[in-house]
């Protein structure tokens, strides 16, 4: 087993180390060849001969050898380990390459992206790409690492479930045991999530992947993407703003990433839309955008209903919501509908929407009122929400919720232009998997299997 990374050798002078990696690039001055070996960690110059003739860049070698120290005026600043060089006492060749189909030694933004998508596992060899991954693994861990200290339970939830009224649309999946019915995968554990509270989980979280059929850009991946799923019971609106901000900024010190303001400035939706005319605002400065700093800001009080093109009603961002306290009753009677608030918060950063939540409708009647402000029927009611009615009549505890997308605050950290930058392998923005080459077609007998016919 590998035991030893490249970046490491800068502590190992004057001993003899093995190591594993790939030929970066290699110099041949006739006696004297060298290559640099890289691994994820980086690369390190190696000295040898003619056992070096015969490589080629990306070749995959094992090799024995001497770490030296360089002369001075041979140090290379540029790179961790340029204070050291490999005198190669054995080598071999653990994997010839074909001829790559793309560079990996640049930072890839020159080439076409559907080559880029299509050779993803190469594309994650150029150091920019391997050091998004790292970062996102860290992110993560970082979150579980805080929310553990919060006494949160990590739970997942059912990827395979019903269509949700969540705004977009879903992907379903044929059932082969109930020949002509369809599961959907998740928009969101939103109903899950909020069932947990009902069975006094109290504090929940998990990674969640998430799946909706909605039109990529470039601040949102195509199918699929991930987020930071949350939820609490016996918590107000301020206590759920207070534990995420207070994540982020623990993170974000700990990854050394500058945040502007601190706490974070908060916005009613009317003071957004009057001073930036959206509510979605960049607060960074161009000196910010030069330094890496990140801008947070919360945006509150938003409407809960708006109007649908044949009249009726619709919510705003989330049907499981609670209206801010003072207009429950307004609720409750479905009365100046259009003037109730809801106590949803969005999260905004640099310009992007990236996470939000509610205080949840924890009683039947309230959630009801919902639905039928929307013009829902009491069997619709029943047939699409009746689940969760019951669940909330059986005692449910006030609670709430926030999702940030973890793709989004990756995207902001690491200033990439495009989501897909800091996603391992990303579906194309004509909503292909670039390397399976899904969705593709299906069999015969599997469609018959399914009880679907294709016309």
């Not at 990303?426 to 390397?435: D, K, Q, Y």
């Amino acid at each position: 087993m590998k035991n030893l990374f490249v970046e490491q050798t800068i502590n190992k002078i004057d001993e003899t180390v093995e190591l594993y990696g790939w030929v970066d690039s290699k110099r041949d001055h006739k006696k004297i060849v060298f290559i640099d070996l890289r691994d994820r960690t980086g690369t390190v110059q190696v000295v040898g001969g003619e056992e070096f003739k015969a490589l080629s860049e990306e070749d995959v070698i094992w090799l024995k050898g001497l770490v030296k120290k360089r002369p001075e005026k041979l140090v290379n600043p540029k790179i961790k380990t340029g204070a050291v060089e490999i005198e190669v006492k054995e080598m071999r060749v653990l994997n010839k390459t074909n001829p790559i189909p793309l560079p990996v030694n640049t930072d890839g933004y020159e080439i076409d992206e559907e080559v880029r998508l299509r050779y993803r596992y190469l594309d994650i060899r150029r150091p920019r790409m391997y050091k998004n991954l790292a970062l996102r693994s860290k992110f993560i861990d970082l979150i579980r690492q805080y929310l553990f200290s919060k006494e949160f339970l990590e739970i997942e939830t059912p990827i395979l479930s019903e269509t949700t009224p969540e705004g977009a649309r879903d992907f379903i999946v044929p059932s082969r045991l109930q020949p002509g019915k369809f599961y959907a995968l998740p928009q969101s554990p939103q109903q899950y999530k909020q069932l947990l509270m009902v069975g006094g989980v109290e504090r929940y979280f998990q990674i969640a992947r998430c799946f909706r059929d909605e039109d990529p850009r470039a601040d949102r991946a195509y199918g699929e993407f991930t987020q930071l799923d949350l939820e609490m019971s016996f918590v107000e609106r301020e206590d759920v703003m207070n534990l995420i901000e207070g994540m982020i900024i623990d993170i974000y010190e700990k990854l050394k990433a500058p945040i502007k303001q601190k706490p974070f400035p908060v916005f009613t939706y009317n003071e957004a839309i009057k001073k930036y005319g959206a509510d979605k605002f960049d607060l960074r400065s161009g000196e910010d955008k030069k330094n890496g700093t990140q801008a947070f800001a919360w945006v509150i009080d938003f409407p809960f209903f708006e109007k649908t093109v044949d009249g009726g009603w619709t919510f705003t961002h989330n049907p499981f919501s609670a209206p801010l306290p003072e207009f429950m009753d307004d609720l409750l009677n479905k009365k100046n509908i259009s003037s109730i608030l809801t106590s949803q918060y969005d999260l905004v950063c640099n310009g992007y929407e990236v996470g939000g939540g509610s205080i949840r409708n924890h009683t039947p009647k309230g959630l009801k009122s919902v639905f039928e402000i929307m013009g829902l029927t009491p069997d619709e009611i029943d047939l699409k929400f009746g689940h969760m009615i019951e669940a909330l009549g059986y005692g449910a505890p006030p609670h709430g919720g926030i999702a940030p997308g973890i793709d989004r605050l990756l995207t902001c950290i690491t200033g990439e232009k495009n989501l897909r930058e800091v996603i391992p392998m990303p579906m194309t923005s004509g909503g292909r998997t670039a390397i399976m080459k899904a969705p593709s077609a299906v069999k015969e007998e599997k469609l018959k299997e399914l009880g679907i016919k294709i016309r």
